[in-house]
């Protein structure tokens, strides 16, 4: 089973651009969630997604948003880009939207913004 | 404020050693807490989950410990191999399905 894909891998970006990254979750999995990791903060929650519809959302600024489709993908956006949005992008799928299911990492993608 | 602390920030033992680190935590309400081991450059791989009434949960070398009363979860790892060496992240879920996370501790396994 293929496990959490997520595109690009890695991505530089200017200041006051916007990206987008994509997370392809692990077959049958309905529950997409994304965090970002940095040195200083460690991983923090950005926000979650079941079957379309937002269920969580982090302390982050409106510059940051995502969606996800019927067939589970899921988009993260991010606008205005600034200097210290230079992080590692983590996306996590689950089975279902259930407190103890594992969260399934992917790699990440390494946004770089100059 | 919801927090976890982990200690050390940073560990090297030898191979073959065993390792205990340690997760303390303030999330309130509690729902399970998560072990998750990160190797450089890929995604945590999740090792324990772990609720209020459960005390012990092993994952082959990995041993995990929580004492809700005082909030203290203990990661121990056993006859430690170079492919031990990774980031060792802990983490909370509590009320309203937040993850709290903790900043890690980084382990290396020196031959």
């Known amino acids: 089973k293929a496990g959490v894909t997520q595109t690009p891998r890695y991505l530089i970006k200017t200041r006051g651009q916007q990206v987008t990254l994509s997370c392809s979750p692990i077959s049958g999995h309905r529950s997409v969630s994304w965090y970002q990791q940095t040195p200083g903060q460690g991983l923090q929650f950005l926000f979650e997604y079941f079957s379309e519809t937002q269920r969580n959302k982090g302390n982050f600024p409106g510059r940051f948003s995502g969606r996800q489709f019927s067939n589970s993908r899921s988009e993260m956006n991010v606008s205005t880009l600034e200097l210290g949005d230079s992080a590692l992008y983590l996306c996590?799928?689950?089975?279902?939207?259930?407190?103890?299911?594992?969260?399934?990492f992917g790699n990440g993608t390494r946004l770089t913004v100059t | 404020k919801n927090q976890v602390e982990q200690s050390p920030q940073s560990l090297i033992i030898l191979e073959g050693k065993n390792c205990t680190l340690q997760?303390?935590?303030?999330?309130?309400?509690?729902?399970?807490l998560r072990w998750y081991k990160q190797d450089t450059g890929r995604g945590p791989v999740s090792l324990t989950i772990m609720t209020f009434s459960e005390n012990t949960k092993s994952n082959g070398r990995y041993t995990a410990t929580l004492d809700a009363d005082t909030k203290q979860s203990s990661l121990h790892i056993t006859a430690s191999q170079l492919s031990d060496s990774a980031s060792y992240i802990c983490?909370?879920?509590?009320?309203?399905?937040?993850?709290?996370f903790g900043t890690g501790t980084r382990l290396l396994v020196s031959p």
């Open positions: 997760c303390n935590y303030t999330v309130s309400p509690f729902s399970n």
């Open positions: 996590a799928s689950s089975l279902r939207d259930r407190d103890r299911e594992p969260l399934h």
């Open positions: 983490v909370v879920r509590g009320g309203f399905q937040k993850l709290v």
